[in-house]
């Protein structure tokens, strides 16, 4: 809702002008990012990298050589391997996870060693996706809404991940259902069009992820697409990871659906 | 609810100075009272020096609705009254007893000759103890260059030293380092809860219908309470009571309306005065049925009658109703806005003892309306406010004043209501909060001897918190620990505070003082906002078990010199202000459509401001301005935030500069000219970036460690008046403005983001509002 408002607030100003200038940063020492993936479909994935200096080019050096362990709460304890081919990616496909199941990450980077926690809630089924548009002025932005029936009780948290024909969108779609509890899911997946140079067209293949997440994942995905929404004062999302690590561990449920836009 | 039994005695040495004044006037005296009115409308005048030539008499000054006192021992006097922009009053007065005796002042056209007449400056500004006070001038705001010929109070009131605007073109403003939230703004003693149009571009005050606008920098006397950090009290019209008139303006966005009379002559006037905004207008003149149906204005309106009961009695009944309205096409549509009505009477008890009974309701409300697939989404909202308030003014003796009165507030709060016309989706209602706020308070104005004058009071508040409704606990992660129940009416937490305020001057010379004060100000009502810019779905939240009441106290010296016979008018003040149960937020804190909104706050921020504000100023002449400087700090405090440690607020800017020129040239012409200079506010820039979500994130290290670019700017304007002709009533006027005049590219925004030419780099993109703004304004009256 936030955007609406900055949208027009910008609209206002029919003199507003934009310009690429040049900041004096401090360049923060590079610090350990740690994205780790459980879900009930696909093998767990945890990426390990670096964080960089603002003028640097946005490639993020990848940190080999790790030891990283997940281990479950019924007393399974699964090892991952690098990757030969992506460094930096340790995979198993030991596991896939289970709802109900909490999952502990344990990396050991160079004897320094962080923990994250994750709990896999229950499915909700994403039934599936459909066209939409809305119009902003003059324009016309094809958009989709999944559709899913919340389950009744507050406590659901969704992350709606969507792709167009084979590129991720950047926005972070974190959903509670403190609105609309119980209820059939109406709200649609708006976009930048701006951010992500790119507009929904006719033929368009577009993929959505429903992700059913724990609540300090929903956290950190509220967190993380507010602080893209440049109204706030920005601060970096509160992670679930020790030891001071950027990044997220998250056991979720993953359902996706495909949709050509007509 | 316990009061502290160590409070009760503060009150004593003040209970027995109150005493000793009043026995002091058990001799036989006699009042001369009334009320100070302008002779061509009927206006009460507030602020009217009132004085004698008795030898005991220091004189007395009208008060808000133009009722002044003097008293004076049997015999003849000469009573003098002094009002700036009126002729001077002199009249002789035989007083065998109590005497009433109304005042009629003439205005003083405002013509050179006029000018140079009025050689004898008053030295108010020297003897009056209240610090940290600016009152406005309506003429002087009238002339001033502003965005896009939109006269506007608020934006006007930021020129002065210590008053620092929320941003470019904003309405909003941040008072000695407090928040725009803590600042109490006041129409007609009905507090404003969203006092902005237009996301903050324009204030919802219509300046057709102000008559008076009186500022506290947080050093308010006891009347005043419920914010940490300023006072902005405006007062509206009452209308001409004499004859109609009509006036109005077509500005480069809105055109303006005021209609003013009597309804029965002498005895009873209105004032209705409204204003909208068109530059939606041009959006139907487009071709594309998309854009004609895209909505963008606001309206207001301002009303008021009053009607004279009796010698003794008054009634006034004003209201403001103002609405924005923003829409793009069907997809998303929402009005805002804020609607306060005050039934006042004004009662004279004796000819000492003043009473008003004030009946009061305030409402801010948003509604908003989202079209998704087939349905609409409905989001509702609002704050409503009732309010009954009685105030006495008893003019002990002409060195004593004492003002005392209470006050009992309601506050409801909808957080918001979340509905739609698909059956699939269930409503939600967001629990209302309810809360008696409460004070009563004494105020005692005192001239101590020749040479020192005194304000000082105290107030005594309360805030309590009522039921129905769930109330959590929680733990430092936000988690609930428990949740209490409380039923319809059940207290569920009470904070009294003692707020003593006190304001005195010394004066050293008829142009030179040294005035101090202390103020302890206490806040109940809290805005949960995020946003750095501020948004009409701010919610308002009063304390609770978990919020406790925002606390300020403030310290301040100044030092005041007029020159050259009162023509020039300098001061220099410094302030000391601590906060205390200052409020902010967790990170990605989820303030919307939340029952736990309390659990993304955190509490027990601590916060300091101080600094030094000069200024320097010419009320008369051809020339007239000032010139404002303030060199402050303001830091905070969170246990969570910047490893705990003291970091700059949003509102810290070190330099502040202000140059405010009026310069009448002859009977038509008047140019005017603002340039503004401070230095960026402290914000949160990004020390690095990383991968996730395979997208780039920024890294941020401190809390506020950087600046945005220095902001300046330069405003013109020139106003040609038409021909004075003395036998016609019909006049008119046309103003040209420029705002940023020489185009300075001010930073709005800056925003870090992937090159969107090259995304394997990160840009920093700033934005810029306004440069080179042209308006041009028509004014008439008849």
Known sequence: ??????????????????????????????????????????????????????????????????????????????????????????????????????????VNVNGAIYTAISSMPALVNLDTILPDQIAFGSKILKVVTPIFTDPPGLGNYYQLVEKVNSRLLKNVNAWNDNVNDGGTNTRRLIYSDDVDSLNIKKGDTVTVEMRCIDKNIFNYMYALADLSSSQT???????????????????????????VMP | MKINPYKKYYLLPIMAFLLSNYTAIAQTKYTISGTVKDSKTGEVLIGASVKTDSLSSAGSVSNAYGFYAVSVARGTYKLTVNYVGYKLFTTQLDIQSNTAFDIILTPQSVTLNDVTVVSKRKNDNITKPQMGA?????????QLPVLLGERDVLKSIQLLPGIKSAGEGNSGFFVRGGGSEQNLI????????????????????????????????????????????????????????????????????????????????????????????????????????????????????????????????????????????????????????????????????????????????SNFQYNIAIKSGQDNLYINSHVEDLNLKQDFDLFMNNNSKLKFGVNVIHHSVAPGKVSSDNPGFKSNYYQNKNSWESAAYVSHEVAASSKLNLIYGLRLSNLI???????????????????????????????????????????????????????RNVQNLHLISNSTSGSPTDLWLPSSNNIKPEIA?????????????????????????????????????????????????????????????????????????????????TEKKFAE???????????????????????????????????????????????GKYKVNNQTVFLYTERNGYRMPAYHRLDIAATIDSKKNKTRKYQ???????????????????????????????????????????????NFKF
């Open chain 2, 641 to 687: 935030i910047n490893n705990g440690s003291y970091y700059p607020a949003k509102q810290d800017r070190t330099h502040d500069i202000s140059v405010v020129g009026i310069y009448k040239l002859n009977e038509r012409w008047t140019f005017s000219g603002t340039w503004i200079y401070y230095t960026g506010s402290a914000v949160t820039f990004p020390s």
């Open chain 2, 465 to 519: 918190v009522i039921g129905p409704g769930n109330f959590y606990q929680y733990d430092s992660a936000g988690n609930t620990l428990d949740t209490l129940k409380y039923n319809n009416g059940q207290t569920v937490a009470s904070y009294w505070n003692l707020e003593p305020r006190a304001s005195a001057s010394y004066v050293l010379s008829k142009e030179q003082s040294l005035k101090a004060s202390y103020t």
């Open chain 2, 186 to 361: 006041l129409l007609d003693e009905a507090p404003v809860y969203n006092p902005s149009h237009l996301l903050g571009f324009f204030s919802t005050f219509n300046s057709d219908a102000i008559k008076d606008v009186t500022l506290f920098k947080g050093t308010m006397p006891a009347q005043y309470g419920g914010r940490l950090s300023s006072v902005e009290d405006i007062k509206m019209k009452d209308g001409n009571n004499k004859d109609f008139d009509v006036s109005g303006g077509i500005g480069t966005i809105s055109s303006r309306i005021n209609i003013e009379g009597p309804i029965v002559k002498d005895k009873s006037s209105f004032i209705v005065s409204a204003r909208r905004t068109y530059a939606d207008m041009f959006l139907k003149l487009s071709h594309d049925t998309t854009i004609k149906s895209n909505k963008i204005y606001f309206y207001d309106l301002n009303a008021k009658a009053n009607y004279i009961l009796g010698k003794k009695d008054r009634l006034y009944l004003s209201g403001y109703f103002g609405r924005d309205v923003l829409g793009f096409g069907q997809t998303f549509n929402t009005d805002w806005g804020n609607t306060t009505g005050t039934l006042r009477w004004n009662h004279i008890v004796n000819s000492r003892l003043f009473s008003n009974t004030s009946f009061i309701y």
């Open chain 2, 732 to 778: 008119s006027s046309w103003t040209f403005g420029l705002y940023n005049a020489y185009g300075r590219e001010n930073a709005y925004m800056i925003e870090f983001k992937d090159d969107p030419n090259d995304p394997t780099k990160t840009v920093a993109e700033q934005t810029t509002l306004f440069k080179f703004v042209p308006s041009v304004t028509w």
């Open chain 2, 134 to 142: 600016e009152k406005l001038n309506m003429t002087e705001i009238d």
């Open chain 1, 1 to 106: 809702m936030n955007k609406y408002f900055l949208l027009i607030s910008l609209s206002i100003t029919l003199f507003a002008c934009k310009k690429i200038i040049n900041v004096d940063l401090n360049n923060a020492p590079p610090q350990l990012v740690i994205e780790g993936l459980v879900n009930d479909v696909n093998p767990a994935t945890i990426t390990i990298s670096k964080s960089v200096i603002f003028s640097s080019s946005n490639t993020f050096p990848s940190v080999s050589g790790a030891f990283v362990t997940i281990k479950d709460n019924v007393g399974n304890t699964y090892t991952l391997s690098e990757s030969s081919s992506v460094p930096g990616t340790y995979t198993t496909s030991a596991i896939i996870g289970k709802s109900g199941r909490t999952y502990t990450l344990n």
């Open chain 2, 553 to 633: 106290d403030q310290l301040s010296f100044g030092y005041f010199r007029n020159l050259k016979d009162n023509e020039y008018e300098f001061s220099a003040e410094v302030y000391y202000k601590w906060m205390q149960n200052q409020i902010d937020y967790k990170s990605g804190a989820q303030l919307r459509a939340n029952d736990n909104v309390e659990s993304q706050l955190l509490f027990g921020g601590t916060g300091r401001a101080y600094g030094l504000e000069l200024l320097m100023r010419k009320k008369v002449g051809k020339l007239t301005g000032w010139i404002g400087y303030t060199l402050s700090r």
């Open chain 1, 233 to 259: 004062t920005p601060s970096n999302p509160v992670s679930n990871i020790s030891n001071g690590a950027l990044g997220y561990f998250s056991a979720h449920t993953s359902r996706q659906k495909k949709i």
